[in-house]
T-cell receptor, first 113, second 112 residues
Framework: DQQVKQNSPSLSVQEGRISILNCDYT??????FLWYKKYPAEGPTFLISISSIKDKNEDGRFTVFLNKSAKHLSLHIVPSQPGDSAVYFCAASLYNQGGKLIFGQGTELSVKP | DVKVTQSSRYLVKRTGEKVFLECVQD?????MFWYRQDPGLGLRLIYF???????EKGDIPEGYSVSREKKERFSLILESASTNQTSMYLC???????????FGSGTRLTVV
């Protein structure tokens, strides 16, 4: 049972345009959400996070939106750059689970020059 | 910066072999995790540890065990490697104060 789902395996965007990556979850008890970025042959690196008590968090070109009623979060990248091409994973955490993260399947973003 | 080091980038092992994957972190983090990454399945948690000598099963522990004798080192053991354990293995650590993991570079294991 996949508690965190990224239904789009891949996304292609033109340089300079907006990239929107989506993530859905099923457990309303998740209290923290994170996005990780992964290049081939490297470990994932932390990108941005949001607490369940907020609906938006922004860091430079990256913004994460959380819609708790829809159990949906999204990552917006504006403007997209070729260096953003990578696999993006969303992850969710339960407060009483010692920091254990549950990851989605990942979305491969390709930003074309 | 926190560094998480996995001992091997690439490994090729034979079916039935006992395999050890080593992970070391240098920031005195309490929590350490082992995941495997497979196409279309994302990252799945194998085992994790809150502290020395403590371990908890993740979502897919079958065929694996772990060892945490020292705080900085968390080892994943494949008791008898099988071809369906061919995967990318990722180790991560996390301090008590935040939710963010720091990952190692991964070990690409092929079982033939």
């Amino acid at each position: 049972d996949q508690q965190v789902k990224q239904n789009s395996p891949s996304l292609s965007v033109q340089e300079g345009r907006i990239s929107i990556l989506n993530c859905d979850y099923t457990n309303s008890m998740f209290d923290y959400f994170l996005w990780y970025k992964k290049y081939p042959a490297e470990g994932p690196t932390f990108l941005i996070s949001i607490s369940s008590i907020k609906d938006k968090n922004e860091d430079g070109r990256f913004t994460v939106f959380l819609n708790k009623s829809a159990k949906h979060l999204s990552l917006h990248i504006v403007p997209s750059q070729p260096g953003d091409s990578a696999v993006y994973f969303c992850a969710a955490s339960l407060y009483n689970q010692g920091g254990k993260l549950i990851f989605g399947q990942g979305t491969e973003l390709s930003v074309k020059p | 910066d926190v560094k998480v080091t996995q001992s091997s980038r690439y490994l090729v092992k034979r079916t039935g072999e006992k395999v050890f994957l080593e992970c070391v972190q240098d920031m005195d983090h309490e929590n350490m995790f082992w995941y495997r990454q497979d196409p279309g399945l994302g990252l799945r948690l194998i085992y994790f540890s809150y502290d020395v000598k403590m371990k908890e099963k993740g979502d897919i522990p079958e065929g694996y065990s772990v060892s945490r004798e020292k705080k900085e080192r968390f080892s994943l053991i494949l008791e008898s490697a099988s071809t369906n354990q061919t995967s990318m293995y990722l180790c991560a650590s996390m301090g008590r104060e935040n939710y963010g993991y720091t990952f190692g570079s991964g070990t690409r294991l092929t079982v033939v």
